[in-house]
């Protein structure tokens, strides 16, 4: 079978053996796999030690071809869609609901990666991470499941719940890329008043015409740094009210921090961080999707696998919004 692997910087389609049923699992068949990201930083900041660590795509969507474990959830033939990473549930990190920072967690991972034409997961992906997906949603659009859940994630950080009443509180994303929409609609799913700001005016148009929009004028309880851009540090100071909270997701080049400490001091700001789902997130973002609660429809544009490279390259160089990889 073909599989993606980063080879001397750059993105290669390999020979492998299709994965074995060596363990308590299931194999998939690939239908597609969305270009997250985090792909897009593992690739520019690999370096010859650390490219045979890199695992490439994990925003899969996929049919279960084999399938051995004692679960009545799935069967084969099912269309799923999952998460990559599971917790152990049982060290301190997991107590305290830092999932993501937990060993086990950091460790799981899917085999050999999203952008190849098989995958093999284990019986606790089954369990925590892998879901059924509406035959009402193109293979695209099921593909959502884990970016949304790492949004999900990061509004509940934020202090909201989803069946609370939010629609007393504001957020402002500020950096509107595919992950910017994305957390825009899942605070509209949790009933906040959201608005978007991009320094890209076609960005801008884009968010608007998906109902968001942004009032310069207006400050917010919380501001969504989804911006790969330590300047946008600045525009979440000027927008979020003194003792609000800024929600940080995105990594940036200079790694520098760009914070005022005088001003988070005086102003009482909370500065929170979120980095990736919980399985409670997982769950309810399937559901959001599923029921068509979160629209994500005409977001992407499909490649082939032979176009994974053309693919990257537009990403890079921002021609697009989203891709979807379809295997």
Known sequence: ?????????????IELEKPSLDIKGAIIKVLGCGLCGSDLV???????ETESKIVLGHEVVGVIEDINCKNDTFKKGDIVALGHHYPCFNCEFCKNKSYSMCKTFKKSNIFPCGFSQYIKVDENHLKYTVYKMSDKLKDDEKAFLE?????????RRCGFEYDKDNSKSSALVVGLGSI?????????????????????????????????????????????????????????????????????????????????????????????????PSV???????????????NVKNLS??????NLSKAIDDSFNNRIFKAYIKI
């Open 280 to 294: 409670e997130d997982l769950k309810l973002s399937s559901e959001l999707l599923n029921n068509n609660m979160v």
């Open 1 to 13: 079978m073909r599989s993606a692997k980063l080879i001397n910087n750059k993105v290669e389609l």
């Open 147 to 155: 970016p949304l859940s790492c949004c999900i994630r990061a509004v």
């Open 42 to 48: 593992k690739i520019k900041h690999a370096t010859p």
């Open 180 to 276: 910017g929409l994305l957390m825009l609609k899942a605070l509209k799913a949790f009933s906040v008043e959201a608005y978007g700001f991009d320094i890209s005016q076609k960005r801008q148009e884009f968010a608007k015409n998906q109902g968001f929009e942004f009032d310069k004028n207006k400050k917010y309880d919380a501001v969504f740094l989804t911006a790969g851009n330590s300047k946008a540090i600045k525009t979440a100071l000027d927008y979020v009210i003194d003792g609000g909270k800024i929600l940080v997701f995105a990594s940036v080049e200079d790694d520098i921090s760009g914070f005022s400490n005088n001003e988070i001091y005086y102003r009482e700001l909370s500065i929170i961080a979120s980095y990736s």
């Open 301 to 306: 544009t499909i490649y082939s696998l032979d």
